[in-house]
C-alpha cells in the first residue's frame, strides 16, 4: 500500500521559516516525481514546487519561486519543501504528491490530476 505522510507543519511569523517532510512507505520514491501543494478552504489545489526522481530537474510556481526550495533524499526515502520569508498568504494546508510519470516533473507539476499518489497534508499558519 502506497503511503504519503506529512511533517513539520505550525505556526511562525511572517519572514519566519519551516520545513515540510515528506514520507513514503510501501514504495520506494527513487522512481517516483514528488509534488507539493497547497489548498486553502473554498480555493483550488495548487501546485507550487516538483523534483523529478533523481532530484536534477525541478519546478516551481510564481507564488514561491525564490522562497520555497524542494529537495530529496532518495536513501531515506524522503523529500523536502524548504519554505522561507513565509508570508501570511501562505498560511494553508500543504501537501505531498508522488507520481510515476517521467512528464509530472516538471512538465505538469501544477495539475493536481498529474499526481496519482497523496499525503493527508500537514498544516502551516503563518502570523504575527
Known amino acids: 500500500q502506497y503511503q504519503l505522510v506529512e511533517s513539520g507543519g505550525g505556526s511562525v511569523q511572517p519572514g519566519g521559516s519551516l520545513r515540510l517532510s515528506c514520507s513514503a512507505s510501501?514504495?520506494?520514491?527513487?522512481?517516483?516525481?514528488i509534488g507539493w501543494f497547497r489548498q486553502a478552504p473554498g480555493k483550488e489545489r495548487e501546485g507550487i514546487a516538483c523534483?523529478?526522481?533523481?532530484?536534477?530537474?525541478?519546478n516551481y510556481a510564481d507564488s514561491v519561486k525564490g522562497r520555497f526550495t524542494v529537495s530529496r533524499d532518495n536513501a531515506k526515502n524522503m523529500a523536502y519543501l524548504q519554505m522561507a520569508n513565509l508570508k501570511p498568504e501562505d498560511t494553508t494546508t500543504y501537501y505531498c504528491a508522488a507520481d510515476y510519470s517521467i512528464t509530472a516533473c516538471p512538465t505538469y507539476f501544477d495539475s493536481p490530476r498529474t499526481w496519482a499518489n497523496w499525503g493527508q497534508g500537514t498544516q502551516v499558519a503563518v502570523s504575527s
Open positions: 510501501g514504495f520506494n520514491l527513487d522512481s517516483w516525481s
Open positions: 523534483v523529478n526522481e533523481r532530484g536534477t530537474s525541478m
